[in-house]
């Protein structure tokens, strides 16, 4: 992915919740290789819901710094840890890693995540 | 309303986009005003759905600035045209000025504004 | 580009505004293509300004959806107009258009955009 | 603050990036109150960064929700710790809360943050 000026700040950086935009984007991305679609699911009643999110900020990326975001799963009881990182690709510096923990509403409710369970299971 | 920092780009100024949400924000709290709530009609079907918008940047809001967003309407046909400025209160100066072209879909189908016509009678 | 899911709202459609920052992306690689850096232009006191744009909404592009941006350049006395369209890969279907215009200022003031002029000239 | 409609996605909740905003805002409205501007500053070349964010998410926030954010401080080491948290007004639920870690660059540099200990004092 490539910063878009219009998500930096005054200071000259991206915006600390664009970052969160970046993870949230390669999740989807990731939702999408695996044959989930994010839409399609919400209007069946299946909602991925992000419960916990914990970013820490490394180093700053500027207006069209080029950049990869990567995902490691972890699965702890009902709760879908995605581990995170913002690589910036002109020196391979960590800018940014995260920790998000998603769950698996149905119809609003607190489900076992048998959809995930069965999509990333070449992945865990 | 008031400028948000992260609102604001490189150049220390509020991004153009963003004043077009200050005046979707200002159009959807006219419409509640009028009794209208933007998600409850679309939940039944009713979509306003903007056609064409034309902005005019004067002055560049900064971070923390102080604004008030004006709205001023017509009717074309199924057309209504929403007219709007932002204006800085500092200063009184004109900051943007916008002509907005709503129309209304019901179940995605173009429709004489009907509900429209009942909220904003009394504006016209 | 691809339709971020974050940027669609509640009735599933990219945010109007949204389609603005799709046209600022391309414009601002458009510049990084004809050797200028919008930040690094801002450093050195010499700033690109949208003066007016004005956006035709044809068909909504939702989540996922692929799409190209294209730019076409007009020069008028000191106003650079874009002229650019956004059309959705899968069927090339035209979704919005838009007339960007564009002016020089340095130091602040409205100036002869000669920086464009030059880096343009291939283009017009 | 209310929640305004773009903000929210196609899940009709407030997307989990704006959260971050909401707290950023808040957090900023406070600098303002106790006489720090965050553009101001950083044109001194004092720039207030924020380290580290976790939020956990409770209760979605809707369209046209309104709600208020708090801020608690403390100060460990050379990192002021903001404790914060989004109540909606309606029912007085905790729809999400957060603890931002935020340091003081000086040129760039990691500094003791003096001027927010002065800022400050009567907070903590």
């Given at each position: 992915m490539?910063?878009?000026d219009y998500?930096?700040?005054?200071?000259?950086?991206?915006?600390?919740?664009?970052?969160?935009?970046?993870?949230?984007?390669?999740?989807?991305?990731?939702?999408?290789?695996?044959?989930?679609?994010?839409?399609?699911?919400?209007?069946?009643?299946?909602?991925?819901?992000?419960?916990r999110?914990?970013?820490r900020?490394?180093?700053?990326?500027?207006g069209?710094?080029?950049?990869?975001?990567?995902i490691?799963?972890?699965?702890?009881?009902?709760i879908?840890?995605?581990?995170?990182?913002?690589?910036?690709?002109?020196?391979?510096?960590?800018?940014?890693?995260?920790?998000?923990?998603?769950?698996?509403?149905?119809?609003?409710?607190?489900s076992?995540?048998?959809?995930?369970?069965?999509?990333?299971?070449?992945?865990?």
């Amino acid at each position: 992915m490539k910063v878009r000026d219009y998500e930096c700040d005054v200071q000259g950086h991206v915006n600390n919740a664009n970052y969160q935009h970046y993870f949230e984007v390669t999740r989807h991305e990731f939702l999408e290789h695996v044959g989930l679609n994010f839409y399609e699911m919400h209007k069946k009643g299946v909602d991925a819901v992000v419960s916990r999110v914990e970013i820490r900020y490394k180093v700053p990326l500027i207006g069209m710094d080029k950049f990869k975001c990567s995902i490691a799963l972890e699965k702890r009881g009902v709760i879908y840890t995605f581990h995170q990182r913002i690589i910036r690709l002109s020196d391979n510096k960590l800018c940014a890693k995260a920790q998000v923990d998603v769950v698996n509403l149905i119809d609003g409710v607190l489900s076992q995540p048998v959809i995930f369970d069965e999509a990333f299971k070449a992945y865990l």
